[in-house]
């Protein structure tokens, strides 16, 4: 991941997907708590951790706005043969939402601005 400060393009943005294989890195057994599968073309997209996590993010952004500390994005589908991730086992996983004509999203922290040290509070 990129972790240039200061650069124009901000902080990077992660799919769904990759937050969803971090969190599983993090706490393996949440997906199975949730009865969601990790993700992937060979799971029900619709139960997947990944669509959990965007769905969840998606309603708070909306609800938040730019007081949620997350912000969203459209990755487009377009011309998108398949987008491919690797487990922390080394396993791969194929995203399902490749060329079904959907977008993907993203998400990222958003920016909190440095403070000003001439201003007072």
């Not at 992660?14 to 009865?35: C, G, I, R, S």
């Amino acid at each position: 991941m990129n972790k240039e400060k200061g650069h124009h393009f901000a902080r990077p943005y992660m799919t769904a997907y990759q937050l969803a294989l971090k969190v599983h890195e993090v706490d393996p057994d949440l997906a199975d708590q949730l009865d969601k599968k990790l993700g992937g073309s060979d799971g029900d997209q619709r139960d997947s951790l990944a669509r959990y996590l965007a769905n969840q993010l998606s309603r708070r952004i909306k609800r938040q706005g730019e007081g949620f500390p997350v912000e969203g994005a459209f990755l487009s589908n377009d011309r998108v043969e398949a987008l491919q991730y690797t487990t922390s086992d080394g396993k791969s996983l194929t995203s399902s939402v490749s060329r079904t004509g959907k977008d993907l999203s993203l998400f990222r922290l958003r920016e909190t601005p440095e403070p000003d040290p001439l201003r007072h509070s």
